[in-house]
């Protein structure tokens, strides 16, 4: 149902707001058909509300700070809760992604709410060799037959679900993976791939070793990432070999990234 374009503008912001917030999610288009207002419009207010911190535009919409799913997210969100926000996407991605693995080979994989979805499309691939940091993929990898897990030391940051720290980096040392599997908290063109969460900058720091360990380097996301700009880098986006994501990551941008190296794979087309 259409709302009457003809109120003021502060009270649309309002009603923008809260529809944001009881969706988790609107798009330019949704909101534009609903208040009968040109999409450019919905931008320019998306734009005001993002300035105010009430809500974190993503391209084509915008996404709702309060449940979690802001710039603050994974500082304030548990791994567990962030597994299952775009579940469709991941699902998507980690078959995508299981899909470049071959039996017999060594995988490097990292924590996140984007590899467990990997671990579940893995289906009877034998003989894998799996080094990894993540504390919420031990069960589903340790009773695998086809799996010899290695998991690397360090302390438990139970938030994250991952181990972190010196003895995490230097275990990395000791194994050489052909294939290296890391999901992210944003990536873009000019400032590469990154982490959100900088009171925790180990988090970060074994990502970075991570990347300088790799072989070949697969980056497993969702659209909603991209031009996210985080505080922590971790690479360029030339390190990068293949980004695994969605059909909403805008044409364009697969273009750039492109361009700058990396095989753009789409997960779900």
């Known amino acids: 149902m259409k709302r009457n374009k003809l109120v003021f503008r502060e009270e649309r912001l309002s009603q923008i707001h809260q529809l944001i917030q009881t969706n988790t999610s609107m ?21 005001e509300l993002e300035k105010k911190d009430l809500i974190t535009r993503t391209h084509g919409g915008a996404i709702s700070k309060q449940n979690g799913i802001g710039s603050s997210y994974v500082q304030s969100v548990s791994i567990q809760k962030r ?54 993929l031990i069960q589903d990898l340790i009773n695998n037959p086809n799996i010899n897990l290695f998991i690397l030391g360090g302390l438990a940051f139970s938030k994250h679900g991952v181990t972190v720290g010196d003895l995490t980096n230097n275990s990395l040392s000791y194994f050489y993976p052909n294939k290296t599997i890391i999901g992210i908290d944003g990536f873009s063109v000019e400032r590469g791939i990154m982490a959100a969460d900088a009171a925790v900058p180990a988090v970060a720091a074994v990502k970075a070793e991570m990347v300088r360990t790799s072989n070949q380097l697969i980056i497993v996301s969702d659209h909603t990432k991209y031009n996210k700009i985080c505080p922590m880098p971790i690479a360029p986006i030339e390190a990068v070999d293949i980004l695994v994501t969605d059909s909403k990551l805008p044409q364009k941008a697969r273009q750039a990234i492109s361009a700058k190296g990396p095989k753009v794979l789409i997960a779900d087309e």
């Not at 980690?94 to 080979?105: C, E, P, V, W």
């Open 83 to 136: 597994v299952n926000y775009l579940k469709e996407e991941k699902d998507a991605i980690g078959r995508k992604a299981a899909s470049l693995i071959n039996d017999g080979d060594t995988i490097l994989i990292d924590g996140g709410s984007t590899t467990p979805y990997v671990i579940k499309h893995l289906g009877a691939k034998k003989n894998l060799t799996i080094i990894t940091n993540s504390l919420l």
């Open 27 to 47: 798009t330019v288009a949704e909101l534009a058909e609903l208040f009968d207002i040109s999409e450019s419009t919905v931008r320019l207010d998306l734009a």
